[in-house]
């Protein structure tokens, strides 16, 4: 850690009981910032990321993405001597944070009402699949399963065609996210109160708050969306196009920038005609528009006209690969790629954060992810307690973990 704050959480404790995406993708958030996180793992197993492709020198890349600048314990929860370490941490702990499966922290004696009795003040964070409460509450649950059942899946994928799962881990990503919100709210509302929370984070609620004017469209009209490829649902044009070398995304949210986009193209006079002068006949008539854009945009090379209609103003942009969001000058400027020197890997290059908060500087490096219990030692002298070899030989893996 450094004497400067890192960010406005500087000083919380998390206690981080997570693993695999929702859950360190949380902890990951409050690191940014500003929070010190101690990730809890299982003995000789750890993290179940630890063993995710990509690897470097035989170490995860992927785990080492989502657990930078954490710190490691391996406890045995099962295990009396690492229980009393756990229930030492609770007492100094902020925040607490599980993704395990509801029921699974009742089992091993830190439910809610179990830690609140130990620890009054804290913030204890449970992300789930489907929540502690309806008639989905013990069903497992991973992203695909979530996106599924919160009509993600229907919605996307190429128009007509079948529903398919986003190419990211929005279930968990957007869980983690909407638990970070929640637990800093906490924190907010307990400097007054001095009072804990129980925050219950399901990734299908989340996903249900993510499915904007599709959910909207269900309870109006009853008309229920199917996939639409790239186009938007209900604002034309919103879409994809094909131009001479390619595709290129062009967004007309209204009818300025639609008049703006046909004088651009040289078709000035689609803008008078019945069929598209205004948002709903241009919805009505989105095939045969595209037709006609199409065949404008096909006289000239993407790159051409990403520079015409940006300096129209109107809102157009290449379809970016992978390697080419690695190279985007803005996210160059803005510090979204940062370095990690880790020390069995070497130089990574991972995202740095989207907070940008004045008063915190921003930095191009980042802490390493942390070996399985790496931290022990400075735990336990932390807590004024020896590190016993009993402890050495759980650590090391000779008695597996339960949990």
């Known amino acids: 850690m450094t004497d400067a704050p890192r960010g406005p959480l500087a000083g919380v404790r998390v206690l981080d009981v997570t ?17 010190e996180v101690l990730k809890v793992e299982m003995p000789g197993h750890g ?23 954490k710190r490691s314990i391996a406890l045995d929860l099962f295990q009396a001597d690492d229980r009393e370490i756990f229930e030492a941490l609770l007492t100094r702990a902020d925040v607490l944070i599980e993704n395990f499966r509801p029921g699974t922290m009742e089992k091993l004696g830190y439910a809610y009402a179990q830690v609140q009795a130990k620890a009054p003040s804290i913030i204890y964070a449970s992300i789930s699949g489907f929540g502690h409460t309806g008639p989905y509450r013990d069903l497992p649950a991973y992203d ?17 065609g079948p529903g398919v799962r986003l190419g990211i881990s929005l279930g968990d990503l957007a869980a983690g996210t909407f638990a970070a919100l929640a637990i800093s709210s906490a924190l907010y509302e307990r400097k007054t109160s001095g009072r804990g929370r129980f925050i219950d984070i399901a990734m299908l609620d989340v996903q249900t708050m993510l499915l904007e004017s599709a959910l909207v469209r269900q309870f109006a009209t009853g008309e229920t969306q199917t996939p639409t490829g790239s186009r938007h649902p209900v604002i034309t044009p919103f879409d994809v196009f094909q131009a001479q070398d390619g595709p290129i995304a062009i967004a007309c949210a209204n009818d300025r920038l639609f008049e703006e986009l046909c004088s651009a193209i040289g078709k000035a006079a689609l803008a008078a005609d019945a069929h598209y002068n205004n948002l709903f006949a241009r919805f009505a008539n989105h095939a045969a528009l595209k037709v006609e854009l199409e065949q404008a ?9 990403v520079r015409l209609l940006r300096g129209r103003g109107l809102p157009a942009a290449p379809i970016h690969s992978m390697a080419d ?43 390493a992810a ?9 735990v336990l002298a932390e807590l004024g307690r020896p590190d016993e070899p009993q402890r050495e030989r759980v650590r090391q893996g000779e008695r597996p973990g339960l949990w």
Do not use: H
């Open 19 to 35: 693993r695999v995406l929702a859950g360190p993708y949380c902890t990951t958030l409050l690191w940014e910032l500003g929070a």
């Open 47 to 69: 993290d179940d990321t630890r063993a995710f492709p990509p690897y470097k020198n035989g170490e995860s890349v992927y785990f080492a993405s989502i657990n930078r600048g």
């Open 144 to 160: 695909l399963i979530v996106q599924a059942l919160g009509g993600m899946i229907s919605i996307n994928g190429p128009e007509g």
């Open 297 to 305: 945009l096909a006289t000239k090379p993407v790159a051409e006209w």
């Open 325 to 367: 969001v690695a190279n985007d000058p803005q996210l160059q400027a803005r510090n979204m790629f940062v370095e990690v020197d880790d020390a069995e890997m070497g130089k990574l290059k991972m995202t740095g954060s989207a907070f940008k908060i004045s008063g915190y500087p921003e930095t191009t490096t980042r802490p």
């Open 370 to 378: 942390p070996n399985l219990d790496e931290a022990r030692a400075d």
